[in-house]
């Protein structure tokens, strides 16, 4: 049975960081990517990390400041917030799956999801 649960977040003031992991069991994915909602406001992609091929994937939003990088020993994806603002704040999703590269930012495009963790940027 497929598991990704993800853990880290909390609330911090605008230019702080976090970071937020994942740990995705029961399965073999070649993508495990990261999302967001925020409220009133549709999903959506914010970064990816490719298991086995081309580097990770930003949203232009994120650029620069956000990192995903993934400890294989633990089977975990770490998303590195940096330099957070108000408009960060959302539920943060890890989901995993086997995207093609022209759907990696599409939520369809992965089969498991967590259950999401809060975000908050205080200004």
């Known amino acids: 049975q497929v598991q990704v649960v993800e853990s880290g977040g909390s609330s911090v003031q605008a230019g702080g960081s976090l970071r937020l992991s994942c740990v995705v069991s029961?399965?073999?994915?070649?993508?495990t990517g990261w999302f967001r909602q925020a409220p009133g406001k549709e999903r959506e992609f914010v970064a990816v990390?490719?298991?086995?091929?081309?580097?990770?994937r930003y949203a232009d939003s994120v650029k620069g400041r956000f990192t995903v990088s993934r400890d294989n020993a633990k089977n975990t994806v770490f998303l590195q917030m940096n330099s957070l603002n108000p408009e960060d704040t959302a539920v943060y999703y890890c989901?995993?799956?086997?995207?093609?590269?022209?759907?990696?930012?599409?939520?369809?495009?992965?089969?498991?999801w967590g259950q999401g963790t809060q975000v908050t940027v205080s200004s």
């Open positions: 989901a995993a799956g086997n995207p093609i590269l022209s759907t990696v930012e599409r939520d369809t495009s992965y089969n498991y």
């Open positions: 029961g399965g073999n994915f070649r993508a």
């Open positions: 990390h490719w298991k086995f091929s081309s580097g990770p």
